[in-house]
């Protein structure tokens, strides 16, 4: 699918739905609701409770009752603990649970949402105006001919007729796209229409899983996010495509913000929260199983100095991981959080040190997570159709492994310190070597992508002023691309400034390695360049070649005149 036909299927406008960016809610207190939200959990626990549900955990987790190795007996685990190997049936279980049952169904027949992501501010009793059924909720204010829609759909779906079902959810969203998602305009607001539009979109991811299409379900899972970033079920049903597209590393992505969405909505459902961490686990392990080209390391991190603790997280990395030893680095950006199942203790923080086999794939990535503004590598060439098969043999040989240790860094890691939108800018640069590639679905995909990673960002962290203009900007900036308009965009421009910095930073390098300066405190190492002379900037430690040993021309000959 190109590019505009996704921007017209979206049925967006510039001006967003009020719930894609909160001023108030989950955003404003996700740090400290969080943590408040994992301590009420643990003490509504009680003994015998706690010591079922580990029973139960246990069962669940390790059916096939075989223990993971520790990193002590393998040298190659990841984990400062050894986990529980998670099978793949176990993991069909926890998606047929939570997001192939038939709550939608239930939801929309009731009119009243089953598992609502953000509580409401009043009790739903107060909430409910006078003299309203309790199904009479807002989905029975959609239009007759959307209501038939959808109800036959759902009829096709019990009798697991996924094709028909497919066809009536589309049928329905068509109609929801061209104006008659609702009976009663004036009676409904935008963000009901939105929601509303998600469920459908979520019924059609559930229809293509079903008919192994998991490429059809991801787009749908994109924008089922987009119209409703808040619910955790549609983040957990973008996880199941990602897995079945075996792309672990977003699968693990999207169960981490699934289970930090209903934590931070105060779900009530403990066994629904260790089913989220316990498939946020599985993917974590996938990810590190199925990749060659780089490996892992989390190490337990505390309040004592960050810079001595990544020298030594790198250390035990080269002991425990000697085939990855050509770049090592470890991230300092950000903090990464485990699954309760794979914690050494109980929110616990680490640090992710990641090793290469490949040198320049290593530094490229660490590029990327030290800068702010990366430049990905290609980027500063100007492609062309005689250098189309070069293009394509760069992506498939570096490109691909660079972007699979990025999505892994992402796995990971809620709050980035290099700003809120860093996670969707690396999905920018994605879809512009794409799009360089000609891969013009692709590139739709990642893109729809990055617009769920946009429209999900308030919920998860604090935005300020600037870095919301900023997501916005961005978020208006895709539409644009999936659209196919032209113009100057924020991106365009962020790409422009992050070249700059590239080119000044690889000047002062080749200055560096070049123009060997004799610096006062350094006289016993031969920094001198021929034929240069170099003049010290006053009460500075700062020199500059001087102008005169520059000139490229020819000197003048001076004739000095003998005295008779």
């Known amino acids: 699918m190109e590019p505009p036909q996704v921007a017209q299927e979206l049925g967006l406008s510039q001006q967003f739905p009020s719930h894609m960016f909160p001023q108030q809610g989950l955003s404003s207190r996700a740090p400290e609701a969080w943590q408040e939200a994992k301590e009420h959990k643990e003490r509504s626990r009680s003994g015998a409770d706690r010591a079922s549900r580990k029973r139960k955990a246990g069962s669940l987790g390790n059916v096939s009752g075989t ?81 038939a829609a959808l109800r036959e759909g759902s009829a096709r779906c019990r009798q697991r007729d996924f094709a028909a079902a497919a066809a009536k959810f589309s049928t329905a ?4 796209s061209k104006g008659f998602a609702i009976e009663d305009p004036l009676k409904s607001s935008p963000d009901d229409i939105s929601r509303l539009a998600s469920w459908i979109e979520s019924k059609l991811v559930v229809c293509y899983l079903k008919l192994e299409q998991p490429g059809l379900a991801l787009h749908h899972s994109h924008r089922s996010i987009i119209q409703n970033p808040s619910h955790f079920c549609n983040h957990l049903r973008q996880a199941t495509c990602f897995r079945c597209l075996h792309r672990y590393s977003e699968a693990a ?18 066994e629904t929260s260790d089913l989220l961490q316990l498939y946020w686990q599985a993917m974590i392990q996938e990810a590190v199983r199925g990749e060659s080209s780089f490996s892992a390391l989390y190490t337990p991190f505390e309040k004592e100095d960050k810079a001595d603790k990544i020298k030594e997280a790198n250390k035990t990395f080269a ?121 013009g679905e692709e590139q739709a995909q990642v893109m729809t992508q990055a617009m769920a990673e946009l429209a999900t960002v308030p919920y998860l962290q604090r935005v300020s002023e600037e870095d919301d203009k900023m997501l916005q900007s961005l978020m208006a900036d895709a539409m644009d691309i999936l659209a196919g308009r032209t113009g100057e965009r924020v991106w365009t421009k ?63 000959r001076h004739i000095v005149f003998a005295k008779s």
Not at 76 to 101: K, Q, V
Not at 173 to 176: G, M, R, Y
Not at 523 to 550: A, D, H, V
């Open 319 to 439: 002991e425990k991981h000697p085939d990855y030893v050509q770049h090592i680095f470890t991230d300092p950006h950000g903090i990464h959080l485990l699954p309760e199942k794979a914690e050494s203790h109980p929110d616990q923080q680490y640090l992710l040190t990641l090793g290469f086999r490949n040198k320049e794939i290593g530094k490229t990535v660490e590029k990327f997570v030290t800068r702010k503004l990366p430049v990905f590598p290609g980027q500063k060439v100007t492609f062309s159709p005689s250098m189309e098969e070069a293009a394509e043999t760069f992506w498939q040989n570096t490109g691909e492994r660079i972007m699979a240790a990025m999505a892994f860094l992402g796995s990971t890691k809620i709050k980035d310190e290099r700003g809120p939108c860093a996670q969707a800018i690396e999905q920018f640069h994605h879809a512009s070597l794409l799009s360089h590639l000609q891969r």
């Open 173 to 176: 969203l068509e109609l929801c």
């Open 253 to 270: 992505r999207s169960a981490m913000v699934a289970q930090c969405l209903y934590v931070l909505a105060e779900g009530a459902g403990l």
């Open 494 to 556: 962020i790409q422009k400034v992050a070249l700059i910095d590239e080119y000044l930073r690889e000047g002062e390098e080749h200055y560096l390695r070049t123009a060997r300066v004799q610096i006062p405190g350094m006289e016993n190492i031969n920094w001198t360049p021929r034929g240069q002379k170099y003049l010290r900037l006053e009460n500075t430690n700062m020199f500059i070649p001087n102008p005169r040993s520059l000139a490229t021309g020819p000197k003048k």
């Open 67 to 147: 223990k993971a190795e520790t990193p002590a007996e393998s040298g190659t685990g990841p984990f400062p603990s050894a986990p529980l190997h998670i099978p793949l049936s176990r993991l069909r279980e926890i998606e047929a649970e939570l997001i192939c049952a038939d709550e939608a169904d239930t939801e929309f027949e009731s009119g009243e949402p089953v598992a609502p992501a953000v509580p409401p501010a009043v009790p739903p009793a107060a909430a409910q105006p006078p003299g309203q059924a309790p199904g009479d909720g807002r989905w029975h204010r959609a239009g007759a001919g959307l209501q």
